[in-house]
């Protein structure tokens, strides 16, 4: 039998405007249909358009990152890039970080440590600013992504407690990691791998209770989407 050639793009939707790119899209999962299709691409909003519309399409997916890390280059990883993961892929991230950490402060090496703790607080801090499209939101409007989910408007939950949880978060991080190079003169306190852990506890924590109010919120507002 006669075997159907695989397609590989690089960068296929480049100078194109955003009409022109859904067709591409569509265009793309029409061809994964019958086969193979390999896309390389550095557009965070054509792949997270691709990535929806060939999931919607139940179509096979195998998704890999290429990254740098230092003077590493193509450093290949399985998943999603790390600005289009979800809060809880990220918290999977952090505590990868933080076991770094801790090996680094047992090993008494603290420029390491400052290195990797620098890295888990900035990674946190744009992890809270994901919650909130996520979590309070309920991904009715995302970076990356250019529909308005107004159906999901049901499951959206902004009250006191997590307003509260959202700024002090984002305060403590943005403290740590705008006062890095002058923590001294600011007298501010190093954080351990106790305080990171405690906090990336508040961060997971605070999933787990808007996951709760969405779904109690949804259940009460059904009768909307009748």
């Not at 590493?72 to 790390?82: H, N």
């Not at 808007?210 to 009460?220: D, G, I």
Request: aromatic share 6%; proline share 4%; hydrophobic share 40%.
């Amino acid at each position: 039998p006669t075997e159907t050639p695989c397609a590989i793009l690089d960068d296929p939707i480049n100078s194109l405007d955003h009409r022109i790119r859904s067709k591409v899209v569509e265009r793309l999962c029409a061809l994964g249909a019958g086969r193979q299709v390999v896309v390389f691409t550095h557009d965070l909003p054509f792949y997270c358009e691709l990535k929806e519309k060939a999931t919607h399409a139940k179509l096979p997916l195998t998704i890999q990152t290429i990254e740098t890390m230092g003077k590493a280059v193509g450093i290949v990883r399985s998943g999603d890039p790390v600005d289009a993961m979800s809060v809880s892929d990220r918290e999977t991230l952090l505590k990868e970080y933080l076991v770094q950490a801790k090996k680094a402060e047992t090993e008494a090496a603290p420029e390491v440590f400052a290195m990797h703790a620098f890295r888990f607080y900035s990674r946190l801090r744009s992890t809270w600013e994901r919650a909130v499209e996520e979590l309070l939101f309920n991904k009715v409007v995302q970076r990356f992504e250019k529909d308005v989910r107004t159906m999901s408007l049901t499951g959206a939950v902004v009250d006191e407690e997590a307003i509260k949880n959202v700024f002090a978060a984002m305060t403590k991080c943005s403290g740590l990691i705008d006062g890095h190079d002058s923590a001294v003169a600011l007298n501010a306190d190093t954080p351990d791998c106790d305080d990171m852990a405690t906090d990336l506890a508040a961060l997971t924590k605070f999933r787990m209770d808007q996951v709760a109010k969405r779904n109690a919120q949804e259940k009460n507002l059904k009768h909307l989407k009748a």
